[in-house]
C-alpha cells in the first residue's frame, strides 16, 4: 500500500464500528485525506468503488448499527469506544491459533524478554509481574536508550528464542529499531500492537492487534491489557509446571502473611 492507502486503512480499523457507515467524504476527513484518495483505495482492494467497499463491510459487520452515543457525555462515549474494542478483541480470538503459539514461543523461551516503552510500559510490566509466577526467567525490558541492544544481546545470550513486545501509539522510534535488532540476534519476535497497519508490523513475527481508544486527551488501552492476560494463559497451558509454580507462591506468600485478605 501507498502511505495514504496505509492511512485510510488504519483508520477504518481504528473505527471499524464505524466503517460501513461513513460516506467517502466522511471517512475522507477522519483519515486526513483526499475523497479521491479513499475512492483509489477501494478500487485498489477490488471493488467497483467506494460505494461496493460499504456494501461488503456491511455484510461483514454486525447487523446492528452502532447506537446512538448522543445522549452521552464524553466520558460515557469513551467507555462505550472501549467496549466496542473490547468487543473486537473477542471476535478476532475466535480464531486461538495465533494466541496459542504466542504462548507456545514464550513457555519455551528461557530467558523471555518483554519489551515496552513509554505509553506501552505498564502493559509489558503487567504481563512480567504476572508471568514471573509461572516462568522461570522473564526479563522487562522497559528503557530505552544504547542499553537497550545490550540488554537483547544479554537475553541471547542466555538463551532466549523469543520476544514479547507491546507496541502502542505514539509509536517510539526505538522500539522499532530493537525489533529489527532482535529479529536480527535470532528472536522470534510477538507484538501486541494497536493495529495491523501499525509501523512495527514490518518488524514482527506474529502480530497480534489490539485497539486502543482516542476519545480522550491520553488513549485507552484497555484491550491491550486484556490481549496480554489472554496471552499469560496461553503461557500457562504450555508450562507443564505452571500449576505447581502458583501453588508455591501461594503457599509462601501465605507463610509469610505477604498479601492483606
Known amino acids: 500500500m501507498t502511505p495514504t492507502q496505509r492511512r485510510i486503512a488504519h483508520c477504518m480499523v481504528r473505527r471499524a464500528a464505524d466503517a460501513p457507515f461513513l460516506s467517502s467524504v466522511e471517512l475522507a476527513e477522519l483519515a486526513g485525506v483526499s475523497q479521491p484518495s479513499v475512492t483509489r483505495f477501494a478500487v485498489a482492494l477490488g471493488f467497483d468503488g467506494y460505494p461496493a467497499l460499504r456494501r461488503h463491510l456491511r455484510e461483514v459487520a454486525p447487523a446492528d448499527k452502532p447506537g446512538d452515543t448522543g445522549s452521552y457525555n464524553e466520558y460515557q462515549q469513551a467507555v462505550q469506544a472501549e ?3 473490547l468487543r473486537r478483541l473477542a471476535a478476532a480470538l475466535a480464531d486461538p491459533a495465533p494466541v496459542v503459539e504466542a504462548g507456545r514461543l514464550f513457555a519455551a523461551s528461557r530467558p523471555l524478554p518483554v519489551l515496552g516503552l513509554r505509553a506501552a510500559t505498564a502493559q509489558a510490566a503487567g504481563f512480567s ?3 514471573r509466577k509461572v516462568h522461570p526467567d522473564v526479563r522487562l525490558l522497559d ?3 544504547t542499553m537497550l541492544t545490550d540488554r537483547i544481546d544479554a537475553a541471547v545470550r542466555a538463551g532466549a528464542s523469543a520476544l514479547l513486545c507491546f507496541a502502542l501509539p505514539r509509536h517510539p522510534r526505538e522500539v522499532v529499531d530493537a525489533l529489527e535488532y532482535a529479529r536480527t540476534a535470532g528472536l522470534t519476535v510477538v507484538t501486541v500492537a494497536d493495529s495491523a497497519f501499525a509501523p ?3 518488524h514482527t513475527d506474529l502480530l497480534l492487534p489490539a485497539p486502543v ?8 488501552a ?3 491489557m486484556l490481549l496480554g492476560r489472554v496471552l499469560l494463559e496461553a503461557m500457562c497451558d504450555a508450562l507443564p509446571d505452571a500449576q505447581a509454580r502458583l501453588e508455591e507462591f501461594d503457599a509462601g506468600a501465605a507463610a509469610r502473611g505477604l498479601f492483606v485478605e
Open 83 to 85: 467496549i466496542d474494542n
Open 129 to 131: 509481574y504476572f508471568a
Open 143 to 145: 528503557e530505552g536508550g
Open 200 to 202: 512495527v508490523a514490518h
Open 213 to 220: 481508544g482516542t476519545g480522550l486527551a491520553f488513549d485507552t
Open 222 to 224: 484497555c484491550a491491550p
